[in-house]
């Protein structure tokens, strides 16, 4: 991997493939490169895509004290970097909250492409528990990451016991997530009160002024796909795409139904 150095010195690990149009893509919580690397070489025919770890993860640095400042900086660095002077970025899940908060920041960001940023805007069921940040970081702190993985998924995910447990057992999954365990607390950062159970407001998206389109799967639950409807109604020049048959997973397990879309909108 090639690495990139952010403005507070911190190293970026990145894998570049492909020609073209430059498109970056932004993992998800407790993703690094590897779980957008299928993706990567679908979109790699038509485009120059950075593939990259997110800070904290993988090959990246991890400078502290953390801020969300910074990981918007390690994609401006990463848009430096590349060969022209704007690029196109998609995002999926808290990846698509830094994207938008990047492309709200000002970086180059021309096109930008999110899926299922995973918004909590109701506060009854769907809303997380109160002192969520503060008994994930009483893990985190006792070096209990794979309570705090457990906790993410069951409380912030909705991941039922069953498909937990089969998590738990495929081979080199739980052990890779809970590598990342104190990244939890970076995309916690990332969201802000998006996960109180308060509407969106306008003017906190009132800078994205890259051209936009918004995500859900017909499968998903229905707290992301009210999350798309109401990001989409707020930003300034958005729209929205609903992918047949596919959940919040489809970056993961069915790559092939999202890279012809993010195909079409990114050449476009």
Request: glycine fraction near 8%; hydrophobic fraction near 45%.
């Amino acid at each position: 991997m090639a690495t990139v150095t952010s403005r507070d010195g911190t190293a970026i690990a990145y894998e570049r493939s492909g020609q073209g149009p430059t498109v970056i893509l932004v993992a998800a919580a407790l993703s690094d490169h590897t779980d957008t690397r299928k993706l990567a070489a679908l979109l790699a025919a038509d485009f120059t895509v950075l593939n990259y770890d997110r800070r904290g993860r993988g090959g990246s640095g991890d400078t502290q004290p953390y801020a969300v400042e910074r990981e918007i900086e390690d994609l401006e660095a990463l848009i430096d970097a590349s060969d022209g002077s704007t690029a196109h970025v998609f995002g999926s899940s808290s990846g698509a909250v830094l994207a938008l908060r990047a492309a709200g920041a000002g970086l180059a960001i021309d096109k930008l492409a999110l899926f299922e940023p995973p918004f909590m805007l109701d506060a009854g069921d769907t809303s997380l528990p109160a002192d969520y940040e503060a008994r994930l970081t009483e893990m985190l702190r006792a070096g209990r990451r794979s309570d705090a993985v457990k906790y993410f998924m069951t409380k912030a995910v909705g991941v039922p016991g069953p498909f937990l447990l089969l998590m738990r057992v495929y081979p080199g999954l739980w052990s890779k997530m809970t590598a990342m365990a104190h990244t939890l607390l970076y995309d916690q950062a990332v969201m802000g009160d998006t996960v109180a159970g308060l509407p969106l407001r306008a003017s906190d998206w009132a800078s994205v002024r890259a051209e936009t389109l918004v995500m859900d799967g017909e499968k998903s639950a229905e707290h992301f796909r009210f999350a798309v409807k109401s990001l989409v109604d707020v930003l300034p020049s958005a729209r929205q795409r609903t992918l047949a048959g596919q959940n919040h997973g489809v970056v993961e397990a069915a790559p092939k139904a999202i890279a012809p879309v993010l195909r079409e909108f990114f050449g476009s």
